[in-house]
Structures are given as structure tokens and as C-alpha cells.
T-cell receptor
Framework: EPEVTQTPSHQVTQMGQEVILRCVPI?????FYWYRQILGQKVEFLVS????????KSEIFDDQFSVERPDGSNFTLKIRSTKLEDSAMYFC???????????FGSGTRLTVV | QQQVKQSPQSLIVQKGGIPIINCAYE??????FPWYQQFPGKGPALLIA?????SEKKEGRFTISFNKSAKQFSLHIMDSQPGDSATYFC???????????FGTGTRLKVLA
């Protein structure tokens, strides 16, 4: 069964450093997403991306965040200057037809120290 | 308006029992309601989903009941097994957007 692959599985970074979280969505999917889950809390939407541009973003997705699809297979989330409160599990997801049929990756646990 | 309220927060049942997890929403623009199962260290995995024109949907041991007038929906797990022990999230999609609003999750433990 096709999978969404995320790397790394765990990243530790110093406060103020830039991090890039990487995702390889399912190959024929057209819509891409990032969500985050602070430990023990609900999953929260960050951003959706379609046709090489952001289609929607949440209040959490401020100027410190950016997304990119640098080639035909990768989808990245960059956090420019990490804060302690950015510590969370970050999930990438993709879908073929927009809503419905989302597939989530296993996540990257980001720890900011 | 953008919230999905989920209860209970945690649930323990014996093997073979039927745990029921409930969700409620306010926004009438929500028109797609999936349930996700999440094991520790893994991403959420889609279990089953329903649209508001249907009152019930069954897939294997999982059933969604949907009450459009009350703006509530629930997940029933028939003949629950220890392998069903996980966190379950309900979610809703706002028509015209591609994002999900998730509930706060229910940690289910099924005792052997």
C-alpha cells in the first residue's frame, strides 16, 4: 500500500535555529498538507498546498513557517527560527482529490531545546 | 464554531465490549466527517467516514451513527479487541476547504 514518508523521525534543534522537515507524498496525489500535534493534544491543521501554491493556512502558520515542493516528489516544511513552543509531532499528509482519502505519514517529532 | 467536541477523553472496555465515542459540532458548513485511529508513534489512519446525507455507515466492526439535526455523530466498535487499543479522533471538513478540524481524541483501552 502506498505510504507518505517523513524524515527524520525525530529532530532535536536549538531554539532560534532553522529546521526543515521533509515529506515524500504518495506519487499520484495532488494535494499536500502539514498538521502538528503537541504532545497529548489534538491534531491541528497548519497548511494545505495545491498546484504549487498554498491554498489555505491556519493562524499557527505565521511568517516563521514556509512550505515548498522543490521537485516532483518532496514536500518540505521550514521553520525559520524555532521556538520552544514549536516542539510537537509534525505530520505530512497527501490526497488525490482534496478532502477525503487523506493519507498521513508517521510524523517527525521536533524537539526544540 | 470551528470546534469539534469529543467525549469521553478515555475509555476502558473489556474484550468483546462495544465502546462508543461521541462528537458534536456547531458549524452547519461541515459536510464530511471521518474517524481516525492513531497508535503511539504513528500518524492518524483513516478508519471510516460519513457525509451528513446518511444516518449510519458500517465498515467491518466500525459503525458511524450520524444525527444531522442534533449535529452529533458517534463511532461504535463492535466486538472490540485488545488490538483496537489506540487513540481515536473524530474530524470534520468545512465545505469548500481542504482542512480537517479534529476533535481532542479518545484514548481507548480494550482489556484482554
Amino acid at each position: 500500500e502506498p505510504e507518505v514518508t517523513q524524515t527524520p523521525s525525530h529532530q532535536v534543534t536549538q531554539m532560534g535555529q532553522e529546521v526543515i522537515l521533509r515529506c515524500v507524498p504518495i506519487s499520484n496525489h495532488l494535494y499536500f498538507y502539514w498538521y502538528r500535534q503537541i504532545l497529548g493534544q489534538k491534531v491541528e491543521f497548519l497548511v494545505s498546498f495545491y498546484n504549487n501554491e498554498i491554498s489555505e493556512k491556519s493562524e499557527i502558520f505565521d511568517d516563521q513557517f514556509s512550505v515548498e515542493r522543490p521537485d516532483g516528489s518532496n514536500f518540505t516544511l521550514k521553520i525559520r527560527s524555532t521556538k520552544l513552543e514549536d516542539s510537537a509531532m509534525y505530520f505530512c499528509a497527501s490526497s488525490l482529490q482534496g478532502i477525503g482519502g487523506y493519507t498521513f505519514g508517521s510524523g517527525t517529532r521536533l524537539t526544540v531545546v | 464554531q470551528q470546534q469539534v467536541k469529543q467525549s469521553p477523553q478515555s475509555l476502558i472496555v473489556q474484550k468483546g465490549g462495544i465502546p462508543i465515542i461521541n462528537c458534536a459540532y456547531e458549524n452547519t458548513a461541515f459536510d464530511y466527517f471521518p474517524w481516525y485511529q492513531q497508535f503511539p508513534g504513528k500518524g492518524p489512519a483513516l478508519l471510516i467516514a460519513i457525509r451528513p446525507d446518511v444516518s449510519e455507515k458500517k465498515e467491518g466492526r466500525f459503525t458511524i451513527s450520524f444525527n444531522k439535526s442534533a449535529k452529533q455523530f458517534s463511532l461504535h466498535i463492535m466486538d472490540s479487541q485488545p488490538g483496537d487499543s489506540a487513540t481515536y479522533f473524530c474530524a470534520a471538513n468545512d465545505r469548500g476547504t481542504y482542512k480537517y478540524i479534529f476533535g481532542t481524541g479518545t484514548r481507548l483501552k480494550v482489556l484482554a
